[in-house]
């Protein structure tokens, strides 16, 4: 049974500024990869971080509505932890 999950990507600001459809599309196919599908996906803001997270200090973030199941949602949380380009 799927479910719909809004999904907050904090994805790393000098990727995203070499590319922004590129970004865009590697964290959008991780969720494609495992079996979802993607209602709807924006550049939500590009903020200054309250701390550093692997060394940079700004961030952008992509917020995407995805249809999922249950059990592909804890295989996507492990493959975004193992991604560089998305910071959380």
Do not use: C, P, Q
Not at 3 to 14: K, P, T
Not at 31 to 44: F, P, T
């Amino acid at each position: 049974m799927s479910r719909i999950y809004e999904v907050m990507f904090l994805l790393d600001n000098n990727a995203v500024r070499v590319g922004w459809k590129e970004s865009k599309a590697a964290a959008t196919g991780l969720i494609e990869k495992h079996g979802g599908k993607v209602l709807s996906a924006r550049r939500w803001d590009e903020r200054k971080l309250a701390y550093t997270i692997k060394r940079r200090r700004r961030g952008t973030y992509l917020l995407a509505y995805a249809e999922l199941s249950g059990a592909s949602v804890a295989a996507l949380r492990r493959e975004l932890d193992l991604t560089e380009s998305v910071l959380r």
